[in-house]
């Protein structure tokens, strides 16, 4: 099913030259935000956020209010119809009516591509469960491409929950497409990285280990991206418990970094950094978050420039209604009347919302 806008729901169906340019417009623009003060002058972003933001829902509103544009929308789904059982597509539908474009955060997998079958405007994700979070990506290469100077030869080390943070998921899959990237999988056996991403970063040839030290790891890497333990996308407290305070990078731990090493984190910081290292020249977190509005100001004007430059084919997959995605954070669960699609041929096969891999029983 192709869809009508530009939307954002995954920037891996985007191409490549598109996010440069994002990003590039992002640089410009952090140079000289006051230049862009009328670019979107009347038009109107809804932010529909389901799950609590502080970073990713107040930058997009700043970013169209720095564009001369107005913001509507919630953050609290219990203040609207959302709470008297109205369904994504109902929302979407009639939120995609007042805006001009929608950003939406949601629990579920596959929520915003879900509301991007049926809405009528563009539908950006701002993080869509454990899936993928592409704007912060698009934040991570912008600080990447301005502190580092480039997006290529570079060795990341991904630190903490990679099995369920959405931002280490879309991070990866991006700078896969860069040449000459390496990965350095730090985490716990129960946190690593799902296999469909590293079977991303396989297929593009990008070398990666997985090793359990960050202490041991941490002095050969060009960028160390730390990450929260994400509570609430686990089953049990105690679960919760045996994970949460693995790692923590401090001053002892950058001492044995290299001095032009750039320690990232997509916030919010629970423990897993100590506040002695925010004053480390190489602490780049909140300056991280500043490069977020920007870059978000950039997509903005660069979907509503064109709305349907880039109208990516939503579902891909077959049909096949019949299948039950057995990831139980899939949205297909909860908004029963979407289509049911499926990649992929034999006996696996893919879901075309959330990614699960499902082995198809005989
Ligand atoms: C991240 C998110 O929401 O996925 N934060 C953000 O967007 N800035 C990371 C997190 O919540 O841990």
Known sequence: MSAKFTNLIDLSDMPVKMWNEVVELGAKISDNPEEYAHACDGKIL???FYEPSTRTQMSFRTAMLR????????????????????????????????????AMRHPLEGAAKAAALTADCPIINAGDGGHLHPTQTLTDLLTLSKEKG??????????????????????????????????????TPELKLPSYVKDILTASG???????SLEEAIGKLDVLYMTRIQ????????????????YRLDHAKMLKAKSDMCVLHPLPR???????????????????????????????????????????????????????????KC???????????FRGIGDTIECDYCDERILKKH
């Open 150 to 187: 480039r997006l290529n030869n570079l060795t990341v080390g991904l630190c903490g929950d990679l099995k369920n943070g959405r931002t280490v998921h879309s991070l990866c899959k991006a700078l896969s497409c860069y040449p000459n990237n390496k990965f350095v999988l730090i985490s």
């Open 46 to 48: 809804a932010t529909l």
């Open 231 to 246: 509570r609430e996308r686990f089953s049990s407290e105690e679960e919760y418990e045996s994970q949460k305070d693995v």
């Open 270 to 328: 629970v423990d897993e950094i100590a506040v002695e290292v925010d004053d480390d020249p190489r602490a780049l977190y909140f300056k991280q978050a500043k490069y977020g509005m920007y870059v978000r100001m950039a997509l903005i004007m660069t979907i509503l420039k064109d709305k349907t430059a880039y109208p990516v084919t939503l579902l891909k997959g077959k049909a096949a209604n019949d299948i039950v995605c057995t990831n139980p």
């Open 331 to 341: 949205i297909t669960h909860k908004e029963t009347y979407l289509p049911k699609s």
């Open 67 to 102: 564009l001369g544009g107005t913001v509507i929308g919630f953050d609290n789904p219990e203040n609207s119809s959302v709470s008297k059982g109205e369904t994504i597509k109902d929302t979407t539908k009639i939120v995609s009516n007042y805006a001009d474009i929608i």
């Open 206 to 212: 990008t070398a990666f280990e997985e090793v359990a």
